[in-house]
């Protein structure tokens, strides 16, 4: 079992910055890949970024390559998702996501066994 809770989100105007964090408890940190979702109202969820056991591969969405920085630190158990350069497009529940079957970065969302409860992001224009 692995337990996420995300945390930093909030609101923010356009242009602004966010940090996102999720602590995980459970299995061993470092034993596994990472990942961040979001899902707009209405829309369905997609693929944010991911990053590997030890974080030295990453992928991130076409749409937040350049702003958006995924990163881990195994001693403290947490991810991050270091948000600039927001836009009102960006507006959604950001979830992490753990993949206990890959220590590699991973895209798809059917590849994560454990997910955090969300946290609102909202980027006003």
């Known amino acids: 079992q692995v337990h996420l809770v995300e945390s930093g989100g909030g609101l923010v105007q356009a242009g602004g910055s966010l940090r996102l964090s999720c602590a995980a408890s459970g299995r061993t940190f470092s034993n596994y890949a990472m990942g961040w979702f979001r899902q707009a109202p209405g829309k369905e969820r997609e693929f944010v970024a991911a990053i590997s056991w030890n974080g030295g591969n990453t992928y991130y969405a076409d749409s937040v390559k350049g702003r958006f920085t995924i990163s881990r630190d195994n001693a403290k158990n947490t991810v991050y998702l270091q948000m600039d350069s927001l836009k009102p497009e960006d507006t959604a529940v950001y979830y992490c996501?753990?993949?206990?079957?890959?220590?590699?970065?991973?895209?798809?969302?059917?590849?994560?066994?454990?997910w955090g409860q969300g946290t609102q992001v909202t980027v006003s224009s």
């Open positions: 996501a753990a993949s206990l079957g890959t220590t590699r970065a991973t895209m798809k969302s059917t590849s994560y066994d454990y």
